[in-house]
């Protein structure tokens, strides 16, 4: 990395530095300043920013980039420490101490680390989503960051430890948020405060590297612990680094996860199955965010839903925007799913009879191939699957690996191209053979009709989790959804999404069922046993 830019791509190893030392503090206190008529806009800071460290072309000329560190802690060395970058959006950073290593990556498909202690750990979450999105802005040097869906806005003018700063929000619609401090004076990066992993850095003394400036010294505050300093030994770019040293170590390369996945689209039908004798509670939470990453308008909606056989499942809404229904409303709610129970109860039969139909048309499509399921055999030829691995999550053993295309796979048509664009993560129960999260994303933005009929954009994404109930059977607990479409000529929208299911209790499937009132609801306590 070029030595007197506060180039973003040392900001995760100090924020791995502090997470994994457990030792870190938010940014110091800072104090605003008072704030000039308009502050300018995200693109003007990081323009100058850009022409500070070098130029544009020269930042985008760096296709990959290795860093040597020595760690000092109170003016003694502790050990070294060494960050690689390669475009597009990889980032890992190795730290070697006296009593081991830390270390950890993150890519479009996941982010992970591995502690001094215990087994490598895949993140999820707001940490996950922070750890994506600061290896692709560090990768690129922030340049055309909005082609990669991110948002930035300025914040505010703060008095900085390092003296008078812009602080500048960077977004997704995933949840990945990063604030990023530019000095006034110099136009340079000089901090970096990341919240969801606790973590805050400094970046002082640039110089030039090759073509670019680059960050000297980094400087981790650990509070009454003493003060963490890296010092830049050396740093060397475009030297072809592999892809493979980004992804997580396999623990568990001898599993056949293609064999894995066909058990678990065989349970599936039988878990649908075992899904209609159940209620549930659905909260439904809608989303407006601006091009700035802010959120306009949030909408809430907290629905009872009764799954029926061969039929969608009928839903009784509660409360919008935590407010319940006034009686008249509630009233004709109750009125309108109990015409809806009488309805299901009279075309019992005909639904029977489509949803016969529909299951022999499977059959037939399966033995004209193999036995799998069509979806889960096109997501197999279409996809591979990388570092199977062994973790513990929602406090049970699971089998973790990320899938990504396959190396020259063509697809055949348009179902093949979108899952050729997509990027994840998958845990799978290799006992109950269920999946118990998934995080998928678009890699590449995906058109149908060259954008006519639709376009959507990098870095869609959806992520699902499911609970173990007390009996054994999984069901949906959560599931997120992020993407900016346009369909056709008639423009489109971002859609921020998330649904979460609870209260599961048991149900007959029928209207008598729905007039008990509450069944027994399944024991909380045991739905993780």
């Given at each position: 990395m070029?030595?007197?830019?506060?180039?973003p791509?040392?900001?995760?190893?100090?924020?791995?530095?502090?997470?994994?030392?457990a030792?870190?503090?938010?940014?110091?206190?800072?104090?605003?300043?008072?704030?000039?008529?308009?502050?300018?806009?995200?693109?003007?800071?990081?323009?100058?920013?850009?022409?500070?460290?070098?130029?544009?072309?020269?930042?985008?000329?760096?296709r990959?980039?290795?860093?040597?560190?020595?760690?000092?802690?109170?003016?003694?060395?502790?050990?070294k420490?060494?960050?690689?970058?390669?475009?597009?959006?990889?980032?890992?950073?190795?730290?070697?101490?006296?009593?081991?290593r830390?270390?950890?990556?993150?890519?479009?498909?996941?982010a992970?680390?591995?502690?001094?202690?215990?087994?490598?750990?895949?993140?999820?979450?707001?940490?996950?989503?922070?750890?994506?999105?600061?290896?692709?802005?560090?990768?690129?040097?922030?340049?055309?960051?909005?082609?990669?869906?991110?948002?930035a806005?300025?914040?505010?003018?703060?008095?900085?430890?390092?003296?008078?700063?812009?602080?500048?929000?960077?977004?997704?619609?995933?949840?990945?948020?990063?604030?990023?401090?530019?000095?006034?004076?110099?136009?340079?990066?000089?901090?970096?405060?990341?919240?969801?992993?606790?973590t805050?850095?400094?970046f002082e003394?640039?110089?030039?590297?090759?073509?670019?400036?680059?960050?000297?010294?980094?400087?981790?505050?650990?509070?009454?612990?003493g003060?963490?300093?890296?010092?830049?030994?050396?740093?060397?770019?475009?030297?072809?680094?592999?892809?493979?040293?980004f992804?997580?170590?396999?623990?568990?390369?001898?599993?056949?996860v293609?064999?894995?996945?066909?058990?678990?689209?065989?349970?599936?039908?039988?878990?649908?199955?075992?899904?209609?004798?159940?209620?549930?509670?659905?909260?439904?939470?809608?989303?407006?965010?601006?091009?700035?990453?802010?959120?306009?308008?949030?909408t809430?909606?907290?629905?009872?839903?009764?799954?029926?056989?061969?039929?969608?499942?009928?839903?009784?809404?509660?409360?919008?925007?935590?407010?319940?229904l006034?009686?008249?409303?509630?009233?004709?709610?109750?009125?309108?799913?109990?015409?809806?129970f009488?309805?299901?109860?009279?075309?019992?039969?005909?639904?029977?009879?489509?949803?016969?139909?529909?299951?022999?048309?499977?059959?037939?499509?399966?033995?004209?191939?193999?036995d799998?399921?069509?979806?889960?055999s096109?997501f197999?030829?279409?996809?591979?699957?990388?570092?199977?691995r062994?973790?513990?999550?929602?406090n049970?053993?699971?089998?973790?690996?990320?899938?990504?295309?396959?190396?020259?796979?063509?697809?055949?048509?348009?179902?093949?191209?979108?899952?050729?664009?997509?990027?994840?993560?998958?845990?799978?129960?290799?006992?109950?053979?269920?999946?118990?999260?998934?995080?998928?994303?678009?890699?590449?933005?995906?058109?149908?009709?060259?954008?006519?009929?639709?376009?959507?954009?990098?870095g869609?994404?959806?992520?699902?989790?499911?609970?173990?109930?007390?009996?054994?059977?999984?069901?949906?607990r959560?599931?997120?959804?992020?993407?900016?479409?346009?369909?056709?000529?008639?423009?489109?929208?971002?859609i921020?999404?998330?649904?979460?299911?609870?209260d599961?209790?048991?149900?007959?499937?029928?209207?008598?069922g729905?007039?008990?009132?509450?069944?027994?609801?399944?024991?909380?306590?045991?739905?993780?046993?």
């Amino acid at each position: 990395m070029p030595r007197n830019s506060e180039n973003p791509k040392v900001l995760l190893l100090c924020s791995i530095v502090l997470v994994m030392l457990a030792c870190c503090i938010p940014l110091a206190a800072q104090s605003k300043l008072s704030v000039p008529a308009k502050l300018p806009a995200a693109d003007k800071i990081i323009d100058n920013y850009l022409k500070a460290i070098g130029g544009k072309k020269r930042a985008l000329a760096v296709r990959d980039a290795t860093s040597e560190w020595t760690i000092r802690l109170q003016d003694r060395v502790q050990g070294k420490a060494r960050l690689q970058l390669k475009q597009p959006g990889a980032m890992r950073s190795e730290m070697t101490f006296g009593n081991g290593r830390i270390i950890s990556a993150a890519t479009p498909r996941s982010a992970w680390v591995h502690g001094l202690t215990g087994p490598p750990r895949t993140l999820t979450g707001p940490e996950a989503a922070a750890a994506k999105l600061q290896a692709a802005l560090d990768t690129a040097h922030l340049v055309e960051y909005k082609k990669a869906n991110v948002m930035a806005r300025v914040l505010d003018l703060i008095e900085s430890p390092l003296g008078p700063a812009y602080r500048v929000e960077f977004s997704t619609r995933g949840g990945g948020r990063l604030r990023y401090l530019f000095s006034i004076k110099s136009s340079l990066l000089i901090g970096i405060d990341d919240e969801a992993r606790k973590t805050s850095s400094w970046f002082e003394d640039y110089r030039l590297e090759g073509n670019l400036l680059e960050p000297h010294t980094l400087r981790i505050n650990l509070g009454g612990t003493g003060e963490l300093q890296l010092t830049l030994d050396r740093i060397s770019y475009n030297v072809g680094l592999s892809a493979a040293i980004f992804d997580p170590p396999g623990a568990a390369e001898a599993l056949d996860v293609v064999a894995l996945l066909r058990e678990v689209s065989k349970n599936q039908e039988e878990v649908e199955k075992r899904f209609n004798e159940y209620s549930f509670v659905q909260k439904e939470t809608d989303r407006e965010i601006d091009s700035k990453g802010v959120i306009k308008k949030e909408t809430v909606r907290v629905s009872e839903l009764y799954p029926i056989p061969n039929r969608p499942a009928i839903e009784k809404l509660i409360s919008e925007n935590g407010v319940p229904l006034t009686a008249e409303r509630a009233a004709k709610e109750e009125k309108r799913v109990l015409e809806e129970f009488e309805k299901a109860e009279r075309d019992k039969d005909k639904d029977a009879r489509k949803a016969d139909e529909r299951k022999a048309e499977r059959e037939r499509k399966r033995s004209e191939g193999d036995d799998d399921d069509p979806e889960i055999s096109r997501f197999l030829k279409v996809c591979e699957f990388i570092s199977p691995r062994h973790e513990q999550f929602q406090n049970r053993d699971s089998i973790v690996f990320d899938f990504r295309v396959r190396p020259g796979f063509k697809p055949a048509n348009r179902q093949e191209s979108l899952i050729a664009k997509l990027v994840g993560v998958m845990w799978i129960d290799p006992v109950d053979k269920q999946v118990m999260r998934l995080e998928a994303r678009l890699a590449e933005g995906f058109k149908m009709a060259g954008g006519l009929l639709l376009s959507l954009r990098p870095g869609a994404g959806l992520s699902m989790e499911q609970t173990r109930m007390s009996d054994g059977v999984w069901f949906p607990r959560l599931t997120e959804i992020n993407l900016s479409v346009k369909v056709m000529l008639f423009g489109g929208g971002d859609i921020n999404k998330s649904i979460e299911w609870s209260d599961y209790k048991h149900f007959s499937a029928d209207v008598s069922g729905y007039k008990i009132g509450s069944p027994e609801s399944a024991d909380p306590a045991k739905k993780n046993p």
